[in-house]
């Protein structure tokens, strides 16, 4: 059973930047489309930032394009997300989640069956 562990949640000032980190425990397979979602007080969870484990690609939704940037180290045993220019609205809940598929269009992943494996989440709150 794959278990991911978030870290790299902070208050930060407007911005500021961070990188948060998702440890995936045995590490992924080039199976696994790999995501990063958030949610705000009161809303649903959205995806915004996805990698291909097989080929590293990358999809984004528009509202976090050229600010975040989703990646993996090599072993593919961390997903990471670096955040740049950090608003107040980008305050929210940050998760990482697993799926087995491959990465479609923006951050959406088409799956192929099994369940998504989430992480506890991260809390990233911005300051004006």
């Known amino acids: 059973q794959v278990q991911l562990t978030e870290s790299g949640g902070v208050s930060v000032p407007a911005g500021g930047s961070r990188k948060l980190s998702c440890l995936v425990s045995p590490k992924s397979r080039d199976s696994y489309c790999m995501r990063w979602f958030r949610q705000f007080p009161g809303k649903e969870r959205e995806a915004f930032a996805a990698?291909?484990?097989?080929?590293?690609?990358?999809g984004y939704a528009e509202s976090v394009k050229d600010r975040y940037f989703i990646s993996t180290d090599k072993a593919k045993n961390n997903l990471y997300l670096e955040m740049l220019d950090l608003k107040p609205e980008d305050t929210a809940m940050y998760y990482c989640?697993?799926?087995?598929?491959?990465?479609?269009?923006?951050?959406?992943?088409?799956?192929?069956?099994?369940?998504?494996?989430w992480g506890q989440g991260t809390q990233v709150t911005v300051s004006s």
């Open positions: 989640a697993i799926s087995l598929g491959r990465l479609g269009s923006g951050a959406y992943c088409y799956t192929q069956g099994g369940e998504t494996v």
């Open positions: 990698i291909d484990a097989a080929n590293s690609h990358t």
